[in-house]
């Protein structure tokens, strides 16, 4: 794997949120960054495009990813391949309406203004609908890419909780499952890392998950739906361990054991891994086996993009690629 890989402006999905149980296995919490960040880095440089929803909290892992992003190389092919006065920007970051809403005008604004030049943003508020969130001097725009006339200038609190009064009502899960839907459509690859394992026996309650399933299983399993190609890397524990036990990466002695109860609807997304388990391409399984255990980091997230580059240009053109605005 010599050759310099290229994506050719892809969006390689990161599923992935710090696991709870990577001390178990002899990690220390910042290795999960270390590697999260060397993974934006090879991304980026093979002409990728990061594709990432999550929330803004002011140490969430999506805020690391962008500090991350900011500091990594940005090709300047990936500008001039762009046609038009809108280049395309190296992550798009997906917004569920949940966590739109628990989100102050100052934090979107401050996000905006520091990460804006590399960063796309589009709030997810129901199934094929979203509007792109940018900073136009003092305020904050909403934009409906499908309406000339959908476009709000937020400049307060207030204008933000009058815009928020227009959009859907939603229950977190709902809102989760339609970001997830968004990004099933747009996603040509996806890397799986870490997750929460519903385990109710670890302090504080935070391995609980929302919804009818984690989210590492279920985005997961769209990916199997949809076959489109993805890496398990199982060695720093989380979910992504446990998926690549129920796909039969590797044996169920790789398991950690849970501190306590386990949510229902986690053990039930496991059983309906296992069920997918003979729905995964040969090539993927034999593409995914050398380095769902791998922890070396800097090799591993060069080869990790170099496989997917491979992968992707042996299924030929992208049947779905969205078009740049």
């Known amino acids: ?13 990161f599923s992935m949120s710090a696991p709870n149980d990577m001390a178990r296995l002899g990690f220390p919490s910042a290795e999960f960054d270390r590697v999260v960040f060397n993974l934006c880095m090879r991304v980026i440089r093979a ?20 500090e991350y992003t900011a500091s990594a190389y940005v090709p300047g092919s990936i500008r001039a391949r762009a046609e038009g006065p809108k280049p395309p920007k190296p992550f798009l970051h997906l917004l569920p ?12 604004y401050d996000i905006q203004s520091r990460f804006g030049s590399f960063l796309e943003t589009r709030l997810i508020t129901d199934d094929d609908k979203y509007f792109t969130l940018s900073r136009r001097t003092e305020k904050l ?15 307060t609190p207030e204008d ?20 997830r839907a968004a990004a099933r459509k747009l996603t040509r690859a996806r890397i799986v890392l870490g997750g929460k394992r519903g385990d109710l026996g670890v ?3 935070r391995d609980r998950f929302e919804g009818a399933m984690p989210g590492i299983y279920e985005e997961t399993l769209s990916s199997v739906d949809a076959q489109t190609p993805f890496v398990l890397l ?9 998926i690549a036990i129920d796909l039969g990466l590797i044996g169920s002695d790789n398991e950690v054991p849970y501190l306590g109860e386990v949510q ?39 080869d990790i993009v170099a496989m997917l580059a491979h992968r992707l240009e042996s299924a030929g053109p992208d049947r779905h690629r969205e078009q740049s605005p």
């Open 160 to 179: 933000l909780a009058a815009f928020s009064s227009t959009l859907p009502a939603r229950a977190p899960p709902e809102a989760l499952t339609a970001m």
């Open 1 to 13: 794997m010599t050759a310099t890989p290229n994506l050719q402006g892809r969006d390689v999905n």
């Open 234 to 242: 199982g060695a720093y524990g989380g979910a992504a361990r446990d």
């Open 97 to 108: 309406l949940s966590e739109f809403r628990r989100s102050s005008f100052a934090r979107l």
């Open 264 to 302: 229902p609807e986690y053990r039930e997304a496991r059983a309906k891994m296992c069920e997918a388990r003979h729905r995964i391409p040969v090539i993927d399984r034999e593409m995914m086996a050398p380095i769902v255990l791998r922890e070396d980091c800097e090799d591993l997230g060069r």
């Open 47 to 66: 002409e990728g495009r990061i594709l990432y929803g999550g929330h803004l909290g002011d140490d969430s892992l999506t805020a690391r990813m962008f």
């Open 141 to 155: 725009m909403f934009r409906d890419p499908e309406s000339n006339e959908g476009t709000s200038l937020v400049g």
């Open 203 to 205: 302090p504080g309650g």
